[in-house]
């Protein structure tokens, strides 16, 4: 599914967010340590090499709801954005901790000049956060950040299953004809 809003484009597909290799940057659904582990952080870092971790260790720790930005190593992309999203009913207000996620990733993206982002559906692996709850906040986030953004022209979420991408589909149609 694709929609241009204003001058961007808004893309949801299903895929594996180590394998955007036209995208300028991906975001990973980092732990606090932005080390690797499961899910996105082992895709991330498998596909970036070794290097990757090195480099984070100095920005580590990372609080809930807070970004920061490395370079991609052997990512096929320039940069990656690691956020880390809340735990589910853990680390409050969530609702506010994940938009804040999705709002800084685009900032650090926007002041870089990168020209595309793509997005996991943070915290909804092991972190808990129901799918669709969390495809609401993401969808709702990056739709009220479009009309700000200068350089990035392309956003996409990379969904794991078709459940998750269908789940998208649905609340994006729902929130561009609200
Ligand atoms: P969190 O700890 O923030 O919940 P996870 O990595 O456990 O992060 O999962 C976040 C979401 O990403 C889940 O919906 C999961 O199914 C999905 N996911 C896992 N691996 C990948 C991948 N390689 N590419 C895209 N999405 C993935």
Same mark, same amino acid.
């Not at 990512?75 to 990656?80: A, E, F, M, R």
């Given at each position: 599914?694709? /929609?241009?809003? *204003?001058? !961007? *484009?808004?893309?949801?597909?299903?895929g594996d967010i180590a394998n955007q290799? *036209?995208?300028?940057?991906? %975001?990973?659904? $980092?732990n606090a340590q932005l080390l +690797?582990?499961?899910? !996105?952080?082992? &895709?991330?870092?498998?596909? &970036?090499?070794?290097?990757?971790?090195? @480099?984070?260790?100095?920005?580590?720790p990372i609080k809930?709801?807070?970004? %920061?930005? @490395?370079? $991609?190593?052997?990512?096929?992309?320039?940069? !990656?954005?690691?956020?880390?999203? +809340? !735990?589910?009913?853990? *680390? /409050?207000?969530?609702?506010?901790?994940?938009?804040s996620c999705y709002k800084k990733a685009i900032e650090l993206a926007e002041k870089q000049g990168l020209e595309s982002i793509a997005f996991p559906a943070i915290s909804t692996g092991a972190f808990g956060y129901p799918l669709a709850e969390g495809a609401e906040v993401a969808l709702r986030t990056v739709l009220d950040k479009i009309p700000d953004l200068k350089n990035v022209q392309k956003i996409r979420f990379v969904l794991f299953s078709e459940r998750d991408l269908k789940i998208f589909q649905e609340i994006l149609s729902r929130l561009i004809n609200e």
């Amino acid at each position: 599914m694709q /929609k241009r809003i *204003d001058c !961007v *484009d808004l893309q949801l597909i299903q895929g594996d967010i180590a394998n955007q290799e *036209d995208m300028s940057c991906v %975001v990973n659904a $980092a732990n606090a340590q932005l080390l +690797p582990g499961g899910g !996105v952080a082992g &895709a991330i870092h498998r596909a &970036a090499g070794p290097e990757l971790a090195r @480099t984070c260790q100095p920005l580590a720790p990372i609080k809930p709801g807070e970004a %920061v930005i @490395t370079e $991609a190593f052997n990512l096929p992309n320039d940069h !990656v954005i690691h956020c880390l999203g +809340p !735990v589910y009913g853990v *680390d /409050k207000p969530e609702e506010e901790l994940l938009i804040s996620c999705y709002k800084k990733a685009i900032e650090l993206a926007e002041k870089q000049g990168l020209e595309s982002i793509a997005f996991p559906a943070i915290s909804t692996g092991a972190f808990g956060y129901p799918l669709a709850e969390g495809a609401e906040v993401a969808l709702r986030t990056v739709l009220d950040k479009i009309p700000d953004l200068k350089n990035v022209q392309k956003i996409r979420f990379v969904l794991f299953s078709e459940r998750d991408l269908k789940i998208f589909q649905e609340i994006l149609s729902r929130l561009i004809n609200e």
